[in-house]
């Protein structure tokens, strides 16, 4: 009856689990698919969720008869590659536990890159596999969109996705303190270094509508000019492209500036004092610091993008604390709600076996009171079942006082009361 | 004075008032307690919307936004309420008085804030509606001075287009001066790489644009309000008076550097060097318009006489 006996969350994850090992259990929708179809019809299990991402292969179910380890078993069994077993990376939650994690996957606060957006389409589109395979019953369907729920409330309700992380996304933060939107504008990448192709493709990816790339072996810029539709340039053209361009990103090997302040004031006077961004990831610097104090000029060099990935990480853990303390809530809520719907159906077992003893009693006592007729017999049915009603209103009553006030153990002495003395619980027994 | 007379005049006019004078200007004989009943609560509600967007881009998250959705709210109430005291003051007092212009503008700053609040450009009401109450918390300790002549030039139909106009011209130059202000927050933010917290400002771009369209609605609002005063004066002064009127000549000067500042702003698409010198000479220029020489120099309809 209790939450823990509903729902099981086994899986692995990559705080768990290597990526080799991860990429071999990585199921696809029609995978998905199957493997939902063989835990419910096989009756490992009674319903069943699979979140299989690039970082996670999780199971959500409400266990068959024969309980989570047949369950962990199912899972255990398949190879991790090598002689390797399965077993040290699985890692298994149950009742309100299972609750939290699912909640915490889908908020995006257990993903490698916290607040990161794309784990809730996932979750959203496993909840529609499951659905279409027909494995969510009034456990998962309820857990399902609870989780989208919490996910979305955690979303608006925190920072945890608005703040930024990672060099690329740094930089276009800090051109859109210069432009409302980097759509139409035009950039240059001067260099092909890693920093500077994050950058670029994160600035392509904002809205840049034309990329410039030079470099001094042309055909790299040519070979990454391609990847953008862009426009491959020599290095020493270009001062001559510098006018044409609102956002310049700088990232060679040079051990001297490769931009320098004559060159920029002159291309900002052709820009009628248009402000320009330049980032210089380079280190030693490849842009003059002097170019800083132009005043259309805005010059950021690598520890100022890091300031800004910083104070967007620090952030982001702020957020989380706050949204993990609404998951927990939220899923201690739920564990109640749970509790509460597997106690209906104690309840409801516990109403038939009662009904089932009074028709048991009614049968035998029709024997011996045969000159009972229709009426007579309808009265003692009425009678009978009045009887019972008022009988277990109080207990039961008292049941699910018990579930609302999360004493479960108090609910349990209640219904145990019922069970069946050859073991086994009431439910099954009637 | 009766007991709600003195609450709705400043303290320092009861005395003057007091002899029966009307030198102090305070609205003669109609009564004003609904107007202090009125224009109390809209510094009230300016004052709550000031703090919640003091509050709101602090903490972040659903709070901060709640709290700014909020302040906007609450502009919108105090501006409602704003809107029925200047009625209340065309109706029942007198609008056009030198308390009631102060009021007026920060009517209009009030409405410029509400006109902005999207996207990133929200954020320019957490200037721009402080701005307000204060400028309309001036107009309320201010003794209610009117034009002197106005009483022996009798009525017109163009004195109300025109201080709606010029209110309104005021009203775009106080704007553009705070969206410069905050605009030279974030270059010299941007120059010093004090990066924390820059998101919660509009960006260069758009506060240039802002900037070069308060100073556009000014001059061309601003040249309307003279014309049509010229229109009021050729009603109801003597031939020439106008143009010789020092106040009349002085706006001209104030409308003529804002319109080399406007020109000078759109020929560099909104990048004009020195864009705090254009609007600071030009602000400091208004202000002694309306504080210095309303009472320093006599004219046909300066306030002080």
């Not at chain 1, 034309?210 to 340039?233: D, K």
């Not at chain 1, 990232?251 to 320098?260: D, Q, Y």
């Not at chain 2, 954020?123 to 106005?150: D, F, K, Y």
């Not at chain 2, 000014?218 to 014309?227: D, Q, R």
Request: hydrophobic share 50%; charged share 20%.
């Amino acid at each position: 009856m209790a939450a823990e006996d509903a729902l099981v969350a086994i899986g692995l994850s990559h705080h768990t689990a290597p990526v080799d090992v991860r990429e071999r259990l990585a199921l696809d929708a029609d995978g998905v698919r199957r493997e939902l179809d063989a835990l419910v019809a096989g009756g490992v299990a009674r319903e069943a969720l699979v979140v299989s991402t690039c970082n996670r292969v999780e199971l959500y179910a409400v266990p068959g008869q024969d309980g989570v380890e047949r369950l962990r078993e199912h899972w255990s069994v398949r190879p991790a590659g090598g002689r390797r077993s399965l077993d040290p990376y699985l890692y298994a939650h149950q009742g309100v536990d299972a609750v939290r994690h699912l909640f915490r996957v889908a908020s995006s606060l257990d993903s490698l890159v916290v607040g990161e957006p794309q784990i809730l389409g996932q979750v959203k589109d496993a909840v529609k596999l499951a659905s279409g395979v027909g494995t969510l019953g009034a456990v998962l369907n309820r857990l399902t969109q609870r989780t989208l729920w919490v996910a979305k409330q955690v979303r608006t309700r925190t920072d945890i996705g608005k703040s930024t992380v990672g060099v690329g996304n740094a930089g276009v933060h800090l051109a859109e303190q210069l432009f409302t939107t980097l759509e139409g504008r035009r950039a240059m990448l001067v260099g092909t270094g890693e920093m500077g192709r994050q950058v670029a493709a994160a600035m392509v990816h904002a809205g840049v509508s034309e990329l410039v790339v030079a470099n001094r072996t042309f055909e790299r810029a040519v070979e990454l000019a391609s990847r953008y539709a862009g426009t491959p340039i020599q290095l020493d053209r270009v001062p001559d492209y510098l006018s044409g361009v609102d956002i310049v990103i700088v990232a060679t090997g040079a051990s001297s500036p490769v931009l320098r302040v004559p060159e920029v004031k002159a291309a900002l006077k052709a820009r009628r004092g248009a402000p320009q961004f330049l980032v210089d990831l380079s280190v030693p610097r490849n842009v003059d610091p002097q170019v800083d104090s132009l005043s259309s000029a805005f010059l950021f060099n690598i520890d100022d993008l890091r300031q800004v990935t910083q104070a967007g990480m620090d952030a982001r853990e702020a957020a989380s604390q706050v949204a993990e303390r609404f998951v927990a809530q939220e899923a201690d809520r739920f564990a109640r709600r749970l509790a509460g719907l597997g106690v209906n159906e104690h309840i409801g077992d516990v109403v038939r076996i009662a009904d089932q003893l009074r028709q048991e009693e009614i049968d035998r006592s029709i024997r011996v009171l045969s000159q009972l007729d229709e009426d007579g017999r309808e009265a003692l049915d009425a009678m009978t079942r009045a009887l019972v009603k008022k009988l277990l209103h109080r207990p039961l009553g008292k049941v699910r006082d018990a579930v609302g006030r999360g004493n479960d153990a108090l609910a349990e002495a209640i219904l145990s009361a019922w069970d069946d003395p050859e073991g086994g619980d009431a439910g099954e027994d009637g | 004075m009766g007991v709600w007379r003195r609450l709705y005049a400043p303290p320092w006019t009861w005395a003057s008032d007091a002899k029966g004078s009307d030198a102090a200007g305070v609205i003669g004989g109609r009564e004003e307690a609904p107007l202090l009943v009125v224009g109390l609560p809209v510094l009230g509600v300016y004052g709550a919307a000031t703090w919640l967007f003091a509050r709101g881009p602090a903490s972040g998250g659903q709070d901060a936004s709640d709290r700014s959705a909020k302040a906007l709210r609450a502009t919108q109430a105090a501006a409602a309420l704003h809107l029925g005291y200047l009625i209340g003051l065309a109706t029942l007092g007198e609008i056009a008085s030198y308390a009631a212009s102060w009021s007026a503008v920060a009517f209009g700053v009030a409405v410029a804030a509400l006109a902005l609040s999207r996207g990133r450009l929200a954020s320019l009401a957490r200037w721009l509606v402080p701005t307000a109450a204060v400028l309309h918390g001036i107009g309320m300790v201010l003794p209610a001075s009117r034009v002197l002549a106005l009483d022996e030039l009798g009525g017109s139909l163009w004195l109300p287009v025109h201080l709606a106009l010029v209110w309104a011209a005021l009203s775009g130059f106080v704007a553009e001066f705070c969206v410069t202000v905050v605009e030279q927050i974030v270059r010299r933010r941007l120059k010093a790489k004090k990066l924390a917290g820059l998101g919660a400002f509009p960006a260069l771009d758009a506060l240039a644009r802002v900037r070069v369209q308060a100073l556009g609605f000014g001059v061309v609002t601003l040249a309307l309000g003279v014309a049509a005063g010229g229109m009021w004066a050729s009603d109801s002064l003597p031939h020439g008076a106008w143009l010789a009127d020092p106040k009349v000549g002085f706006t001209l000067a104030v409308w003529a550097w804002y319109a080399t500042a406007f020109f000078a702003h759109r020929r560099h698409d909104g990048n004009a060097p020195r864009p705090l010198v254009w609007s600071g000479v030009g602000f400091a220029a208004l202000l002694f318009l309306f504080v210095g020489l309303d009472f320093v120099v006599s004219g046909f309809h300066a306030y002080g006489g």
